[in-house]
């Protein structure tokens, strides 16, 4: 990312979950220092806890949930769970956790918990579809919370989607399913890290239907709404959006493909004519080198395995999934519910601490 940018950093780093024993003394930062100047009310996100819905209960949500109460966060937590299934991941894997008066206690502090019931009993890396109401469960409450101001903003544990739907949901994935119940029509999913943001215009569909989703009203909405959130929740006031054509080499002037010349190109033209900075339509395989990334703010690509595949593999496990254009913040972690690693104790819970770190800048805690 240009040098210009002010970037809100996923690297994972020490935190606190209400710490018993001491008073906060974070630093302010750049992206939170024009807050510093006002006082701050107890109605204000600062003074609200970030929800965390621990995801698929055979998958490593429970235990990564677990391992994160931990660390020693500065952050307010409240966490959606079953409370006897996080007492029993706590224990498979062999670390200290209790459970007092409503609240989750452990050597990094205290979380507030908000106890939602499984239906039955969930065996690590056995997947039960009757158990599908407790995750839709987990994140309606945690959305709406959001929605009400309960929750400041809140933090995504990994679902199974196949599960959901099995289950009869139609369940396409988190960004789709908080976009409905928030009632908002464009949510873009952006994933960043401290080198690179990729957002997508397409997202949970399948690689034959991407052409037609393409559309000029659809590729503007999505650039409007990183363009927005950029500025508001990442203090980038005047951001650079490099932009990816759909075909190889960007079409090559229409030879390999006439989105660029007929979508993606008009577009652009028209939102710049606004005096958005847009960059592109730029051929994928030269949008992500260090040079292109050097002079961006965020590499927009047109679906989900042309942009998401060159973050993650750039920063696996320190990439943090930002959803944009909600009327509240979310954040999630980089990867899936990982069966064959639950109840092991060797999920690695970097990615969830990124992701609240964020979440708790983006809220301005």
């Known amino acids: 990312m240009r040098k210009a940018s002010r970037s809100v950093s996923p690297t994972p780093a020490t935190l606190t979950i209400t ?3 001491r008073q906060s003394s974070r630093r302010v930062t750049k992206v939170e220092c024009h807050r510093a100047k006002t006082a701050v009310s107890e109605n204000s996100p600062e003074h609200k806890p970030i929800t965390l819905s621990t995801g698929e209960p055979a998958g490593v949500g429970p235990e990564l949930a677990v391992q994160l109460l931990q660390q020693p966060l500065d952050a307010k937590l409240c966490v959606i769970a079953d409370p006897d299934l996080l007492l029993e991941r706590a224990a498979m894997i062999g670390v200290p956790l209790a459970l007092k008066d409503g609240r989750l206690i452990a050597p990094g502090g205290e979380a507030e918990l908000s106890p939602v019931a499984l239906a039955k009993p969930s ?3 056995t997947l039960d579809p009757d158990n599908a109401p407790y995750v839709i469960e987990m994140l309606s409450r945690a959305a709406d919370g959001c929605l009400s101001g309960k929750f400041a903003g809140m933090v995504t544990a990994p679902v199974q989607k196949s599960t959901l739907i099995e289950a009869g949901n ?7 399913f908080l976009a409905e119940r928030a009632g908002v029509q464009t949510p ?3 994933l960043a890290n401290d080198q690179m943001r990729v957002a997508l215009v397409t997202i949970h569909i399948p690689l034959s239907e991407v052409p037609r989703a393409i559309t000029p009203e659809k590729l503007e909405a999505v650039l409007r709404v990183v363009h927005r959130d950029l500025q508001k929740r990442f203090k980038i006031m005047n951001p650079v959006m490099g932009v990816c054509g759909l075909n190889p080499h960007a079409g090559e002037s229409g030879h390999l493909g006439k989105e660029e010349q007929q979508v993606i190109s008009p577009v652009l033209d028209a939102l710049r004519s606004e005096g958005f900075d847009l960059r592109g339509p730029l051929p994928a395989d030269t949008a992500f080198t260090t040079e292109s990334l050097r002079n961006l703010d965020v590499v927009v690509a047109m679906f989900h395995d042309q942009g998401l595949p060159v973050i993650k593999h750039q920063g696996f496990g320190g990439v943090v999934n930002v959803t ?10 980089d990867h899936g519910t990982a069966l064959d690693l639950a109840g092991s104790g060797r999920a690695d819970v970097g990615s969830l601490i990124s992701a609240v770190r964020v979440a708790q800048r983006l809220c301005g805690g």
Do not use: D, Q, Y
């Open 19 to 21: 710490p018993k024993s």
């Open 123 to 125: 065996i690590p890396g």
């Open 170 to 176: 139609k369940f396409v994935g988190h960004t789709e």
């Open 188 to 190: 873009v999913m952006m």
């Open 324 to 333: 944009l254009g909600l009327p509240f913040v979310r954040t999630s972690v």
